[in-house]
């Protein structure tokens, strides 16, 4: 602290008054102790901290001490004493933080200095709000927190991706999405290529063969935008075999990298020596004008045909590969567990009148015919999708309000997970109220006031129903 020069000269003769107006207006509160430590004055030019104390209005005849938290009931007795001991000397006075009882259980923080003042040995301390500079430290407390928190899992979630990157049988490569050249390489990856510790920094595609480099540049031009690329077959310098090569896009703020797979291709699979027949019918699935999908146990796509795409308006086939088919087909947690369900009871469904929802959420009239087959002793799934919007809409899947009440109670279960339950029981109760005045019509000889009188109706709310289900032609007038 840097004092005046010379206070002597220049505040002689002030009043009481004038200093205890200064000493108020110098700090958002002050307090006058005497020489034992009890407040006899309090002045707050701060309203609001002044609301903020439990019971500052009782703090007059009360010790110091007392108006603190224990653990700053030390700091208070260091600072009388100091300000005691300072008396005869220069006067200094030391910043203390103290915590005070507030009225809501929280502490409220000010920073106080004592100073002696007049010859009776009274001390005046000043007192500066703290709480805007806790809640402030608070912020920071709970930003580094959680910074510490981010970082732990983030280390985490590393050294998992480490663990499984080094320890992957398959090779795996890390490629600079800027520069093409090797940023990681795994094991397996290097007992591939012959080399040890020589990937890394390498171009890659100095480790394709020259037939294969176009190929490579457009697949990963395409993964760039689609975020993933499966399954292209290319050509390793010094290899005899193809292999295929998959990639997926990693992103590092605003550039990116991609993690590429490199599976050998077995001699079965190999598409160059499928037998033509099986060549063209993939050729003409991925051509087809309806969709194809395949899908794997838990409903996720993993493979699809541009018809497809097209009908959910997703950018390309690849965009769709890992979502659930769930997401467009008919209603969520209905038809794809009815048609899954039925393809593991019967392996096959024909013919299975749904909709299908694109990106956008427009739906379509189509039909599903599916099949199951196992793979890798997990089942898969084949769904060839219809688009069949240009038909007239089947009677069954036409709105409650259009279409015609069922005959029996056998077309009711064809309704079963096309419509809601509320509107299948309106439906069921249609038939058997049809059915019962048909049947008192039948016992009557066609006699409507007998066959309402047999209902517990009158003929008023008889022909109402007759004329709803269309019967009033199929029946007579009633004699008389």
């Given at each position: 602290?840097k004092a005046f020069k010379s206070p002597g000269k220049?505040?002689?003769?002030?009043?009481?008054?004038?200093?205890?107006?200064?000493?108020?207006?110098?700090?958002?509160?002050?307090?006058?102790?005497?020489?034992?430590?009890v407040i006899r004055d309090i002045a707050v030019q701060?309203?609001?901290?002044?609301?903020?104390?439990?019971?500052?209005?009782?703090?007059?005849?009360?010790?110091?001490?007392?108006?603190?938290?224990?653990?700053?009931?030390?700091?208070?007795?260091?600072?009388?004493?100091?300000?005691?001991?300072?008396?005869?000397?220069?006067?200094?006075?030391?910043?203390?933080?103290?915590?005070?009882?507030?009225?809501?259980?929280?502490?409220?923080?000010?920073?106080?200095?004592?100073?002696?003042?007049?010859?009776?040995?009274?001390?005046?301390?000043?007192?500066?709000?703290?709480?805007?500079?806790?809640?402030?430290?608070?912020?920071?407390?709970?930003?580094?927190?959680?910074?510490?928190?981010?970082?732990?899992?983030?280390?985490?979630?590393?050294?998992?991706?480490?663990?499984?990157?080094?320890?992957?049988?398959?090779?795996?490569?890390?490629?600079?999405?800027?520069?093409?050249?090797?940023?990681?390489?795994?094991?397996?990856?290097?007992?591939?290529?012959?080399?040890?510790?020589?990937?890394?920094?390498?171009?890659?595609?100095?480790?394709?063969?020259?037939?294969?480099?176009a190929t490579l540049d457009q697949m990963l031009g395409?993964?760039?935008?689609?975020?993933?690329?499966?399954?292209?077959?290319?050509?390793?310098?010094?290899?005899?075999?193809?292999?295929?090569?998959?990639?997926?896009?990693?992103?590092?703020?605003?550039?990116?990298?991609?993690?590429?797979?490199?599976?050998?291709?077995?001699?079965?699979?190999?598409?160059?020596?499928?037998?033509?027949?099986?060549?063209?019918?993939?050729?003409?699935?991925?051509?087809?004008?309806?969709?194809?999908?395949?899908?794997?146990?838990?409903?996720?796509?993993?493979?699809?045909?541009?018809?497809?795409?097209?009908?959910?308006?997703?950018?390309?086939?690849?965009?769709?590969?890992?979502?659930?088919?769930?997401?467009?087909?008919?209603?969520?947690?209905?038809?794809?567990?009815?048609?899954?369900?039925?393809?593991?009871?019967?392996?096959?469904?024909?013919?299975?009148?749904?909709?299908?929802?694109?990106?956008?959420?427009?739906?379509?009239?189509?039909?599903?015919?599916?099949?199951?087959?196992?793979?890798?002793?997990?089942?898969?799934?084949?769904?060839?999708?219809?688009?069949?919007?240009?038909?007239?809409?089947?009677?069954?899947?036409?709105?409650?309000?259009?279409?015609?009440?069922?005959?029996?109670?056998?077309?009711?279960?064809?309704?079963?997970?096309?419509?809601?339950?509320?509107?299948?029981?309106?439906?069921?109760?249609?038939?058997?109220?049809?059915?019962?005045?048909?049947?008192?019509?039948?016992?009557?000889?066609?006699?409507?006031?007998?066959?309402?009188?047999?209902?517990?109706?009158?003929?008023?709310?008889?022909?109402?129903?007759?004329?709803?289900?269309?019967?009033?032609?199929?029946?007579?007038?009633?004699?008389?």
């Amino acid at each position: 602290m840097k004092a005046f020069k010379s206070p002597g000269k220049w505040l002689v003769g002030m009043s009481p008054d004038i200093v205890g107006i200064m000493i108020a207006t110098m700090a958002d509160i002050a307090l006058i102790v005497d020489r034992k430590g009890v407040i006899r004055d309090i002045a707050v030019q701060n309203a609001g901290l002044a609301r903020e104390f439990a019971d500052i209005s009782g703090w007059v005849g009360q010790r110091w001490v007392d108006t603190v938290t224990v653990e700053s009931r030390d700091k208070v007795v260091a600072m009388l004493r100091a300000a005691a001991d300072d008396q005869a000397e220069q006067p200094h006075a030391a910043e203390r933080h103290v915590n005070c009882p507030g009225h809501d259980g929280r502490d409220v923080p000010v920073m106080f200095s004592a100073l002696a003042i007049g010859e009776k040995g009274s001390i005046v301390a000043f007192g500066r709000d703290l709480r805007t500079i806790a809640v402030l430290q608070q912020r920071l407390i709970d930003v580094q927190q959680s910074l510490e928190r981010d970082y732990s899992r983030l280390r985490h979630v590393e050294t998992r991706y480490r663990i499984l990157f080094q320890k992957s049988s398959e090779p795996m490569l890390v490629v600079d999405g800027a520069t093409q050249r090797v940023a990681e390489a795994n094991p397996a990856a290097q007992r591939l290529f012959h080399v040890q510790g020589k990937l890394v920094g390498r171009p890659f595609a100095d480790l394709v063969e020259p037939g294969s480099r176009a190929t490579l540049d457009q697949m990963l031009g395409g993964v760039s935008r689609a975020g993933r690329g499966d399954d292209t077959p290319i050509r390793l310098l010094g290899q005899a075999e193809p292999v295929h090569l998959s990639a997926f896009v990693i992103r590092q703020g605003a550039g990116l990298n991609f993690l590429i797979r490199l599976t050998p291709t077995p001699l079965a699979v190999r598409q160059d020596v499928l037998p033509d027949g099986r060549a063209d019918l993939l050729k003409l699935i991925d051509n087809a004008p309806d969709g194809f999908v395949v899908v794997g146990h838990d409903g996720r796509v993993i493979a699809a045909n541009a018809a497809f795409a097209e009908m959910v308006q997703a950018a390309s086939a690849e965009q769709v590969v890992g979502r659930s088919l769930e997401q467009w087909l008919g209603r969520p947690g209905v038809d794809l567990p009815v048609v899954t369900g039925n393809l593991r009871q019967n392996g096959a469904v024909r013919l299975y009148p749904t909709t299908l929802r694109d990106e956008f959420g427009t739906e379509i009239d189509v039909e599903i015919s599916a099949a199951s087959v196992t793979s890798g002793g997990k089942p898969c799934y084949g769904f060839a999708i219809r688009n069949v919007a240009g038909r007239s809409t089947p009677e069954l899947m036409r709105p409650t309000a259009t279409r015609a009440v069922p005959r029996s109670l056998e077309q009711i279960g064809e309704l079963i997970g096309r419509v809601s339950l509320k509107d299948i029981v309106r439906e069921a109760t249609d038939v058997i109220e049809r059915l019962s005045i048909e049947a008192a019509l039948d016992i009557t000889g066609d006699n409507r006031a007998s066959a309402a009188e047999m209902l517990g109706l009158s003929r008023q709310s008889l022909y109402v129903k007759l004329r709803r289900y269309g019967m009033m032609d199929a029946a007579p007038a009633s004699p008389g």
